[in-house]
């Protein structure tokens, strides 16, 4: 895609009428006149995501118990067909996947059945940028295996505002058993370099745990040529399954063998589940690590929603996606330095993910400003303004518009 960017009102109106996928704008709920630009956080709803809600809550007033029958069992088996459309997301084999719990639960899910600490090999390599609910998952699986964190947790220190990939590389010594890192950064939209580190920690017999929940819906994802052994992520930011929506899990198939670590009846076997059996057969599959009843309203929305994804094709969005930021990238370089506004991301494709961290001494406030003026982006401390334009709702009209009104608050000092 071009990247010859102009300046002018015009150029943003000639762009979306160019975009491959300008007919998914109509898809999404957008309240008028307001710009939205924090589909990092939590994305927005759909008319899609709408009606598969609509449709569970019909069958359930029809239907009450009955519900677990309908249409062959479609609910009972609903991760299942949510981890259909979402396997095409990050290519890996949809019985890999269990849609529930929330993204840190997933954390405790996995760990609980492939973390083994032994005398010489015990500790969990994390990073301090990382968000820090995993760290807090982390910690707490250490000492459940009466450890202490201050030893069996080895923290990569970022060094400056990005991790670098040997400094993660080079901590992986052979005492390292388990390694949790996410596969983009939520503050500065760094995508590790994850080719170079899981080969190193797969040579090392490091079992690898990925939080994909900046990556999953944005960048082209391959899990299965990385040969990682699980990954969590939410369902709620890039992938629009509503606030608090399911989170995902995928294990590698190589461990469907393994007894889940907490286990629950929803993750025995199809046909032994209303046995009620006191011994636990899982499912050699992703949904033997399912714990309980399926939440279906905390699911459903996903379904419409991951439609669109895959009507729309990832490499599709990943493609606008990088257009549409490196735009507001560049109006950012050519209307905004002025006022002490910098880019706080790397520049490189494939190094950064969906949101451009925009810096600026007075982020805060300025997000407060923007959002009386009704574009919502968020602020992380110290400095930085995260916004994200979204391949699937944004129009490049939409960031010219927001840049303007950015100068218009720094030219009347308005916040
Ligand atoms: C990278 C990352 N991991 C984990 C979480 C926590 O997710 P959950 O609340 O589903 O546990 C978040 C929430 O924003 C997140 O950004």
Not at 35 to 63: F, M, P, R
Not at 228 to 248: E, R
Not at 257 to 281: C, H, I, M, T, V
Not at 284 to 304: D, E, Y
């Amino acid at each position: 895609m071009n990247r010859n960017f102009k300046e002018d009102v015009e150029y943003p109106k000639t762009l979306d009428r160019l975009d491959p996928l300008r007919q998914f704008t109509h898809r999404f709920y957008q309240t008028k006149g307001e710009i939205y630009l924090c589909g990092h956080s939590v994305g927005l709803a759909s008319i899609d995501a709408e009606k598969s809600l609509n449709d569970l809550l019909e069958v359930w007033k029809k239907e009450g118990v009955r519900i677990w029958m309908y249409n062959n069992y479609q609910y009972v088996k609903y991760s299942s067909l949510l981890a259909e459309l979402m396997a095409p997301l990050i290519k890996v084999q949809p019985n890999e996947i269990v849609i529930s719990g929330s993204c840190t639960s997933n954390i405790h899910v996995a760990m609980c059945t492939l973390y083994k600490p032994t005398i010489k090999k015990y500790k969990v390599l994390v990073d301090d940028i990382n968000f820090a609910s995993d760290r807090y998952a982390v910690d707490s699986q250490v000492r459940l295996n009466n450890l202490a964190p201050s030893d069996a947790v080895k923290v990569v220190r970022c060094q400056g505002s990005f991790m670098k990939e040997d400094l993660i590389i080079n901590s992986m010594t052979t005492d390292v058993a388990l390694l949790l890192l996410p596969a983009v950064y939520y503050k500065t939209s760094q995508v590790l370099e994850l080719k170079r580190i899981c080969e190193k920690a797969n040579e090392l017999g490091i079992i690898i745990g990925l939080d994909i929940s900046h990556a999953i819906g944005v960048i082209d994802l391959d899990l299965q040529i990385l040969n990682i052994d699980f990954a969590v992520w939410c369902t709620y930011k890039y992938l629009n399954g509503g606030p608090g929506s399911c989170a995902g899990l995928y294990m590698n198939k190589k461990h469907f063998k393994l007894s889940p670590g907490l286990a629950g009846w929803y993750g025995n076997k199809d046909e032994n589940r209303f046995q009620f059996k006191q011994e636990f057969d899982h499912q050699r599959n992703a949904n033997g690590w399912q714990i309980g009843t399926p939440s279906l309203f905390s699911m459903a929305p996903l379904k419409g929603s991951l439609e669109i994804f895959n009507e729309a094709g990832i490499n599709n969005i990943r493609k606008k996606s990088l257009h549409i930021t490196a735009y507001l990238m560049y109006l950012i370089d050519t209307k905004l330095v002025h006022y002490g506004f910098s880019v706080g991301n790397l520049r490189e494709d494939e190094k950064r993910g969906g949101h451009v961290s925009i810096i600026h001494v007075d982020a805060q406030r300025i997000s407060l400003s923007l959002k009386s003026r009704g574009v919502v982006t968020d602020f992380r401390e110290p400095d930085i303004m995260r916004v994200t334009p979204i391949a699937l709702y944004t129009t490049y009209l939409q960031v010219y518009q927001f840049v303007e009104i950015l100068l218009d608050i720094m030219k009347s000092k308005t916040y």
